[in-house]
């Protein structure tokens, strides 16, 4: 009897040993067909982005950066720390942090890769300070892995949803922590996510701690495979946002720069997106019959959209002129802002503020840094990308919902001045009521630092 337990119990590991081994082999395979398609994907693409951005808009690519030509020779002997972001609003929320971790910890060698130019262009800005700036590489095993043997950083630090498979992989492997920040997770990265829940459950199991944004962002983590232990909501770094202080002086200085007169009201469309410029400005047109001293500035989300912007204000009879086109003879009805990082101070000049990606479905754009201005913040139904914010603003009344071009019209002819006048005074207010997660995520990653390197 007793033999046959043993046997019993032999069996019964073999069985357990096979499973893993089957599991073990499922990961592998999914690995592989993962990196098979995104090599496809690279193939495709590559001639794509060589003409889009060598030939017609002569910047580089970056390729030789992205395989890790480039690598210093050896790493600094000190603790060092590798964060990635993926483009210019990840590098915006991460600035704060980046600096007081420099600020805490001068010792420490801060790397810092980017996935997109115009984010690398940002950080040479924003974050001069940091050790090393790169690009972040393919995600390949064999490249990836060239990087960390590199850098050695002893924690690695990854930023809303980024979930590399292979970048995380190697991690795992070649560091000692791995820990995301600011993360969210949207109704649509959810549900496609849910589709390959076995394979996002390995893929977040290299993950060491999550840092969320909101209580909803915890639950849709968990749902695909997020460990509940490790996940802890912490709030958005992007209401950490720390911009030029603009006295009314500065203010007035910058309209006459951009030549608005003084007594002109203007309105800021940040971020527009393809299909909700002509609803603008068409509203800003006909609010135009109605009075004559409005300024509109709009800023298309991509750059390189501003030409066709400029062609739908002619079409509409608007007198438009690009940002990079201004002089101080130059007489507008719409502005054109055609250059990067530039949105953020433009708000200061504004007497109300649109959030564009919201009209259409794209999920809206940042509403934050006007409100750190006390503007007046507008935005269409499709806020989903900051459905919190955009919640905790309509609920104080620093915000208001636009759905079409009756409401912009509205908007434009500036018949509530001191409505809005109280709801900037709000969304300072309610920015303020939101901002904490970076001394959070600092103690967390000060935390993992010392539990690692013990």
Not at 31 to 38: Q, W
Not at 40 to 51: G, I, S
């Amino acid at each position: 009897m007793v033999f046959k337990d043993i046997r019993k119990s032999n069996k019964n590991k073999h069985l357990i040993l096979d499973y893993q081994k089957e599991i073990l082999y499922i990961f592998f395979a999914m690995y592989l067909i993962y990196s098979f398609f995104l090599l496809a994907a690279l193939c495709f693409y590559f001639p794509v982005y060589l003409v889009k951005l060598k030939i017609l808009k002569n910047e580089p690519l970056h390729f030789s950066d992205r395989i890790g030509s480039n690598l210093p020779l050896k790493k600094r002997e000190q603790k060092s720390i590798w964060i990635h972001a993926v483009s210019v609003g990840e590098v915006m929320s991460l600035q704060n942090l980046v600096r007081r971790i420099k600020e805490t910890h001068p010792n420490w060698t801060v790397y810092f890769s980017t996935l997109t130019n115009s984010g690398f262009e940002v950080a040479q800005k924003k974050l001069s300070f940091v050790d090393e700036l790169f690009f972040v590489p393919f995600d390949f095993r064999v490249i990836v892995k060239r990087f960390f043997k590199t850098f050695q950083p002893n924690l690695f630090v990854l930023t809303e949803s980024e979930f590399w498979p292979n970048l995380i992989r190697e991690a795992q492997t070649h560091t000692q922590g791995v820990l995301l920040v600011n993360g969210r997770m949207s109704s649509h990265s959810h549900k496609r996510y849910k589709w390959v829940k076995i394979f996002m459950k390995k893929i977040l199991f290299g993950i060491d701690r999550f840092l969320v944004q909101t209580q909803e962002d915890e639950q849709r983590l968990e749902e695909i495979g997020g460990c509940s232990s490790r996940v802890q909501v912490v709030g958005n770094l992007k209401a950490e946002i720390k911009l030029a202080e603009m006295t009314k002086q500065d203010v007035i200085s910058l309209k006459q720069n951009l030549n608005i007169p003084p007594s002109f009201k203007a309105v800021v469309a940040g971020s527009t997106r393809n299909g909700e410029e002509r609803i603008l400005l068409s509203a800003f047109a006909k609010a135009m019959r109605k009075r004559n001293d409005i300024k509109l500035i709009i800023a298309p989300r991509h750059i390189e959209r501003s030409g066709e912007v400029v062609d739908c204000c002619d079409e509409l009879g608007l007198k438009a002129v690009k940002k990079t086109c201004l002089s101080p003879e130059v007489q507008w009805e719409v502005l054109v802002l055609d250059t990067i990082g530039e949105l953020a101070l433009i708000y200061a000049v504004a007497d109300c503020v649109f959030i564009g990606g919201s009209l259409v479905p794209w999920g809206g754009q940042n509403l934050l840094e006007p409100a750190f201005y006390s503007k007046p913040v507008f935005f269409g139904p499709y806020m989903d990308n900051f459905a919190f914010f955009a919640g905790e603003f309509l609920k104080a009344g620093a915000a208001e919902i636009v759905r079409n071009e009756k409401d912009l019209r509205r908007l434009f002819c500036f018949t509530e001045d001191k409505k809005m006048e109280d709801m900037g005074k709000k969304a300072k207010q309610t920015l303020n009521s939101l901002q904490g997660a970076t001394q959070k995520t600092l103690r967390a990653i000060e935390d993992m630092m010392s539990e690692k390197l013990e």
